[in-house]
Nanobody, 118 residues
Framework: VQLVESGGDLVEAGGSLRLSCSAS????????MSWYRQAPGKQRELVGS???????NYADSVKGRFTISRDNAKNTVYLQMNSLKPEDTAVYYC?????????????WGQGTQVTVSS
């Protein structure tokens, strides 16, 4: 599975961005699609996850501001980011987890830069 992120940009605090993650295969069969981010000098952290059975979870730091959605017809997952803060500045990565394989398989995109200015 190849994942390609897009939509990263420079935005002012309080603004919005929508990131996209396009997959090379149907995402309906991908058990969990997630967004991670990594700020300079920090570890990569989970932003949120969307299971193909419908469950969606978010990190406390983005809850109420970020929303993950899936478009199965386009094989694309989105991360809508509102009320952006300077601390949201990071490289954002798309991640896919397929648990029907044994062992499970994971895939990463190349990342897209989000910079929030104060």
């Amino acid at each position: 599975v190849q994942l390609v992120e897009s939509g990263g940009d420079l935005v002012e605090a309080g603004g919005s961005l929508r990131l996209s993650c396009s997959a090379s295969r149907s995402i309906a069969g991908i058990n969990v699609m997630s967004w991670y981010r990594q700020a300079p000098g920090k570890q990569r952290e989970l932003v949120g996850s969307s299971a193909n059975v419908g469950n969606t979870n978010y990190a406390d730091s983005v809850k109420g501001r970020f929303t993950i959605s899936r478009d199965n017809a386009k094989n694309t997952v989105y991360l809508q980011m509102n009320s952006l803060k300077p601390e949201d500045t990071a490289v954002y990565y798309c991640h896919a987890l397929i648990t029907t394989y044994i062992p499970s398989r994971t895939y990463w995109g190349q990342g897209t830069q989000v910079t929030v200015s104060s």
